[in-house]
């Protein structure tokens, strides 16, 4: 993000499958005693059941050693690999969030309890990161809008709050002395945007429980915005009447906005977002993809916006 252009990733960041694999089965072994309940949060991949959404793209997944091993989490490393390497240490059992705020329901929510009463669905989505790739990928969730129904938001409630856990002792990117971000990592919706049923929170992927260093156990994906909406790890939702602070945009406020739309008409301060690299595609050399206004979910969202000024609203 802000660390690195795009063209300075390599792919010698992505690790080899082979170290990929050797850790999977180290994982397996050691955390073989947590597999057994098959929900989310358990220490290790469980099968999950999920039908496929309508809302699916019948794009070319992107692998799974992609997506498992290329990823943004900086409580574990600016690298792109960091997180696929440390971020185990993260205890995902047991997994409460806090729901706070201008809701009628606050509490200190097991997890079980927010997802009971969802169908877990499976939603093939195009993602689109700021830094200018691209994946599609199979997550496993349920509508962010089942679980805000649930707590029963206030009439003054007016955007939604999401923070992720913070604990130094599990996240060594927040033992440095000169932190990356101020943390903990926070997003945040505007209320309208939370409720359309293309938001969800994720609790797998691939058919099973979500690894860690792809938001274990529960995260955001909002297919058309960019990649860094989609905060992981979620230990706090909270109802608000005011936009709250996003990471990113606190961070550095002219490149990375609060409504971070996918929008290639509006480029980033230090590159192009026109076009895009499909991860997994062929190399550096390959042809880059344009990118589509809204990651091409424009029909099911463009109405959020009408009479905004994108490029103001970035
Ligand atoms: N959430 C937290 N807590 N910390 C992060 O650094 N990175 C964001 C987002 N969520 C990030 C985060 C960014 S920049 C991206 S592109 C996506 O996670 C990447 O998700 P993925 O690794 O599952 O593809």
Request: aromatic fraction near 10%; hydrophobic fraction near 40%.
């Amino acid at each position: 993000m802000l660390i690195r252009s795009p063209s300075d990733i390599l792919p010698s960041e992505i690790t080899p499958r082979a170290v990929y694999l050797n850790r999977r089965e180290i994982m397996a072994g050691a955390a073989g005693l947590a597999l057994g309940a098959g929900l989310p949060g358990a220490a290790s991949a469980a099968p999950l059941q999920a039908a496929k959404s309508a809302f699916s793209t019948d794009e070319k997944v992107t692998s799974r050693e992609d997506v498992t091993t290329y990823n943004n989490y900086y409580e574990y490393g600016v690298d792109k690999s960091s997180p696929a390497k440390t971020a185990h240490t993260l205890k995902t059992v047991p997994w409460t969030v806090k729901v706070d705020g201008l809701v009628g329901k606050p509490a200190e929510y097991a997890l079980d309890d927010l997802i009971k009463g969802s169908a877990l669905e499976e939603r093939i989505y195009r993602m689109r990161c700021v830094e200018g790739w691209s994946m599609v990928i199979p997550w496993v969730g349920f509508p962010l809008a089942d679980l805000i129904k649930k707590v029963e938001p206030q009439g003054s409630a007016k955007y939604v709050a999401f923070e992720t856990a913070y604990r130094p002792k599990e996240m060594p990117g927040l033992q440095s002395a000169f932190p990356v971000l101020d943390w903990p990592y926070v997003e945040g919706l505007r209320l309208d945007e939370a409720m359309n049923p293309l938001a969800i929170l994720a609790v797998g992927l691939y058919g099973e429980t979500l690894p860690n260093q792809n938001g274990a156990p529960i995260r955001l994906v909002v297919p058309w915005k960019y990649g860094f909406k989609g905060i992981k790890s979620i230990s706090r939702i909270s109802f608000v009447e005011k936009e709250p602070p996003t990471s990113w945009n606190r961070q550095a406020a002219d490149e990375y906005g609060f409504y971070a739309n996918v929008n290639p008409q509006v480029d980033h301060p230090r590159w192009t977002q026109a076009t895009e690299r499909r991860i997994g595609e062929g190399g550096l050399f390959v042809k880059r993809r344009p990118t589509l206004m809204f990651n091409g979910y424009g029909d099911q969202v463009a109405q959020l916006y009408a009479g905004m000024d994108l490029k103001k609203f970035y």
